[in-house]
C-alpha cells in the first residue's frame, strides 16, 4: 500500500493579506476619485462648456455615472476569472486596467481643443475606469476574507474597504495642495488658468507611481486556501455566471439592496455636497459659498472619521453579527437623510454656518464608515467559493447603477428643483435606506458560514448539519 501526502498551500502572511487587499483598493479608489473630484472642478467647464453651469455639471456627472454601468460588465467578466482562474491574476489585471485608464485622462485634449472628440475620448476612458473597478472590489475582498483568521472575517474584511478614505483623501489632498500652488489671482471660488491648463492633469498621471507599487505588492500573493481546495476537489464551474443565478439569484438580489443606501450616502457626501458647498450663496440654486480649499478640508476631516469607523465596524461586527450592525445603520442613515434641512442652510452667522456643515460632514462620513465597512464581509459571504468571486462583485456593481451612477445627478436635480432647498435631498437618501432596510430585514445573518464551502451543495449541507446540531 503506498500513501501519498498532499503538501498545504502556501499560505499568505496577515501582513501581505492586508497589504494587497488595502494597497490595492487604495489605488483603484484614488482613481476613481480623482475623476469625481474633476468632475465637479473642472469638467464642466473643459469637456462640456454648454453655456448653463447647471446643464454642464449635470453633463459631467452623466459621464461620471457611466463607469457605474460598465462596473457590472467588469464584475462578469473579473468575476468569471476570478472564480475560474484564481484571484490573484484577476486582482493584477484589474489594477493594471484602472491604472492605464487613469494616465490616459490626464494626457486627454479638451472641447477647445478636439471638440466633440474630447467628451467621447473621456466617456470611452471612465467606461474603461468602471470596467476596472467592477472587478477589483470583489477581489480584494475575498483576499482578506479566504484568508483571515477563524473569527475575524469582517475585521479583515475592513481593510479593503479602508481604500475608499484613503484614497478619498489622497487624491483630494492632491488637488487641494495644486490648488493652493496655482490660486486664482482675484477669486478663490474661481480656478486659476494654470489649474485648467495643467494642473489638473497632475494626479490623473501620478495614479501611474501608485499602480507600480500596487502591482509589486500583489504579485507576490499566492491563491487563497478556499479556492485551491474548491480546484482540488473539481468545484470549479465553466460558467460561475450561470451557476450563480441558477443558484444564488435571491442572493444577488439582496446584496445588491443590501449596498444601495451605502452608496446613496457616499456619493451625496462627496459629490453633491462639494458641489453645494462650494456653490456661491447668490446663485441659483443658491450653495453654502465656501472656498474649494475651505470644503475640501473639511470633507477630509469628515473622511478621517470614514476610516475609523471603517476600522471599528468590523469588530462589531464579528462580535454582534453584520446583519444586526447594519440594521440599526441604516435607522440611523434614514433619520439623517430625513434631517438634511436642519444642518445645510444658509446662514448669516459664518462661524456657526461652518460649524454646522463641518458636524454635517463628520457624522455622515462616520455613518458612512459603519456601513460600508460589514459589507467587506457580508457580500462574499452570501455565496460559496467557486461563486463567490461573480455573486459578490454582481451584486456589489449592479447596486453601483441603482445608487453612486445616479445619486450625484438626481440629488442636484432636486437641489435646482427645490429651489436650493436640500430637504429633496435627504428625502432621497431615506427612501434609499428603506429599501437597504428591506433587504437587511429578508436576508439572513452570515457571521458563522461555512466559508470553506466550494460550492451550492457543500454550502446547503453545511447549514443542514448546524440545524441538525442546534436541535
Known amino acids: 500500500m503506498t500513501s501519498t501526502t498532499t503538501s498545504p498551500a502556501p499560505l499568505n502572511s496577515p501582513g501581505r493579506v492586508i497589504a494587497a487587499s488595502l494597497i490595492g483598493t487604495t489605488i483603484e479608489f484614488y482613481d476613481f476619485y480623482v475623476y469625481a473630484t474633476a468632475a465637479v472642478l473642472v469638467f464642466p467647464q473643459l469637456f462640456f462648456p ?22 457590472p460588465i467588469g464584475a462578469i467578466v473579473f468575476g468569471h476569472l476570478g472564480d475560474k482562474r484564481g484571484r490573484k491574476t484577476t486582482l493584477v489585471l484589474s489594477l493594471l486596467t484602472m491604472g492605464i485608464a487613469t494616465f490616459l485622462i490626464g494626457l486627454l485634449p479638451t472641447f477647445q481643443t478636439a471638440g466633440l472628440l474630447a467628451p467621447v475620448m473621456l466617456l470611452i476612458l471612465r467606461l474603461t475606469q468602471g470596467f476596472a473597478l467592477g472587478g ?5 475582498a475575498l483576499v482578506a476574507t479566504e484568508n483571515a483568521p477563524e473569527g475575524k472575517r469582517a475585521w479583515y474584511g475592513t481593510f479593503p474597504q479602508l481604500g475608499a478614505p484613503l484614497g478619498f483623501i489622497i487624491a483630494n489632498g492632491l488637488f487641494l495642495a495644486i490648488n493652493v500652488t496655482l490660486p486664482h489671482p482675484n477669486d478663490p471660488l474661481l480656478k486659476s488658468e494654470a489649474f485648467l491648463n495643467w494642473g489638473w492633469r497632475v494626479p490623473f498621471l501620478f495614479s501611474a507611481v501608485m499602480v507600480i507599487v500596487g502591482l509589486w505588492v500583489r504579485l507576490k500573493l499566492v491563491e487563497s486556501d478556499a479556492f485551491v481546495k474548491a480546484e482540488q476537489r473539481g468545484k470549479i464551474r465553466k460558467l460561475p455566471l450561470g451557476d450563480t443565478f441558477r443558484h444564488h439569484w435571491r442572493e444577488v438580489v439582496l446584496g445588491t439592496f443590501i449596498m444601495l443606501a451605502t452608496y446613496v450616502l457616499f456619493y451625496l457626501m462627496t459629490s453633491f455636497t462639494l458641489t453645494y458647498g462650494t456653490a456661491k450663496t447668490d446663485a441659483t440654486p443658491g450653495g453654502l459659498g465656501f472656498s474649494y480649499t475651505t470644503f475640501v478640508l473639511m470633507q477630509i476631516i469628515g473622511v478621517v472619521f470614514f476610516g475609523i469607523f471603517t476600522l471599528l465596524s468590523g469588530p462589531a461586527a464579528d462580535a454582534i453579527g453584520r ?27 459664518v462661524a456657526f454656518a461652518g460649524a454646522l456643515t463641518q458636524a454635517f460632514l463628520i457624522f455622515g462620513f462616520l455613518l458612512m464608515g459603519v456601513t460600508f465597512g460589514p459589507m467587506g464581509a457580508l457580500l462574499p459571504e452570501l455565496f460559496p467559493t467557486n461563486v463567490r468571486y461573480t455573486g459578490s462583485a454582481i451584486a456589489y456593481n449592479v447596486s453601483s447603477i441603482l445608487g453612486a ?3 450625484p445627478i438626481i440629488a442636484v436635480a432636486l437641489w435646482a428643483a427645490a429651489g436650493g432647498s436640500t430637504w429633496s435631498v435627504g428625502v432621497y437618501l431615506a427612501g434609499a435606506g428603506v429599501l437597504t432596510l428591506i433587504a437587511l430585514l429578508l436576508s439572513r445573518e452570515t457571521k458563522d458560514t461555512d466559508y470553506a464551502a466550494s460550492s451550492a451543495d457543500d454550502e446547503f449541507a453545511a447549514r443542514a448539519e448546524g440545524e441538525a446540531v442546534t436541535l
Open 50 to 71: 454648454t453655456g448653463n453651469p447647471t446643464t454642464a455639471l449635470i453633463a459631467s456627472f452623466g459621464v461620471f455615472g457611466a463607469a457605474m454601468v460598465a462596473r
Open 136 to 140: 477589483e472590489w470583489s477581489g480584494a
Open 323 to 349: 446583519r444586526t450592525l447594519l440594521i440599526w445603520t441604516t435607522i440611523t442613515i434614514i433619520a439623517f437623510g430625513l434631517s438634511f434641512p436642519l444642518w445645510l442652510q444658509q446662514r448669516a452667522d
Open 405 to 407: 451612477a445616479v445619486a
